[in-house]
């Protein structure tokens, strides 16, 4: 991750959640009381996210010690305690939430990517995310699909072209709407299709596309498509493939997969932040 990028947005999310302050742990505790406090793992998974724990730390005080335990893509088990940190203990409940949302969130899509790929079981085909994600938290969602063992389709729209149903509607044909973009963009910028039957497939490969999307078609007719894609263009499907049935697309040569849910739909990890001490009572 851009730790520039990083810290801009931890400082954006913390604005949002402390205002003029948290009100709470001011009140309670002051500034010089020290503490240290314990990130806990409770259930199994895939942990994603260790480098905000420090970064979000800083912004609240330099001096705060963090001790990671785990690093970005390991196996966790519940139980596990994979950080501790030491400093102000206003500062150290002020942070956790925040932190916590985003490790939780980043860990989960680890933990989904990481099933995906292991139920598609595949040295071919590789696994990818897709623009439907949470807005403002791109960069993190697509960095733990990366955690997880997947692989990241464009950034957004500035990075690459994807030419989809209403852009060749309206331009009248793939071949049109190809020759527009190619004849303005230069040769770094690769262009994308998405087809959805077999003469979209043949015109898009005569069009030269760099990459075809074989949108929403079974096994079988991801297969009778490759037949008519050269090696050279990069294959991609997409649409009604899920956990349940990814395992069918596995000797398909597709080159990629892409799935929505994996940062659209995931259940986040289960992850606490206690402090060590203390009594209750």
Do not use: W
């Not at 206003?90 to 980043?106: K, T």
């Not at 960069?139 to 990241?152: H, I, S, T």
């Not at 078609?217 to 263009?233: D, F, G, T």
């Amino acid at each position: 991750m851009n730790p520039i990028r990083l810290k801009l947005l931890l400082q954006q999310l913390f604005n949002e959640d402390l205002g003029e302050g948290d009100i709470t742990s001011e009140n309670i505790f002051s500034k010089d009381s020290n503490g240290s406090g314990q990130f806990l793992v409770k259930e199994d998974g895939i942990i994603s996210g260790m480098q905000i724990i420090k970064e979000g730390y800083s912004l609240f005080d330099p001096h705060t010690t963090v001790q990671l335990f785990a690093k970005d893509g390991d196996a966790v088990q519940k139980g596990q305690i994979i950080a501790e940190v030491t400093g102000s203990i206003a500062y150290l409940l002020s942070g956790e939430r925040v932190i916590l949302n985003l490790m939780q969130r980043m860990s989960g899509i680890a933990t989904l990517t990481k099933k995906a790929v292991e139920l598609l079981s595949s040295e071919q085909t590789r696994i990818c995310d897709t623009r439907k994600t949470t807005p403002g938290l791109r960069m993190l969602e697509k960095y733990a699909v990366r955690c997880g063992g997947g692989y990241n389709h464009r950034m957004g729209l500035y990075d690459a072209v994807m030419i989809k149903d209403n852009h060749i509607a309206h331009a009248g044909s793939i071949t049109h709407a190809l020759h527009l973009v190619k004849s303005q963009l230069g040769h770094m910028v690769k262009t994308e299709v998405e087809v959805e039957s077999l003469s979209e497939v043949l015109e898009a490969v005569q069009a030269k596309a760099d990459v075809i999307l074989l949108d929403n078609c079974s096994p079988e007719r991801v297969k009778e498509y490759l037949e008519h894609i050269p090696k050279s263009i990069i294959t991609e499907a997409s649409g009604g493939i899920n956990l349940d049935n990814i395992a069918e697309y596995r000797n398909t040569g597709v080159d990629y997969i892409s799935l929505g849910a994996l940062t659209h739909s995931v259940k986040a990890l289960d992850i606490s932040f206690n402090l060590k001490g203390g009594k209750k009572g």
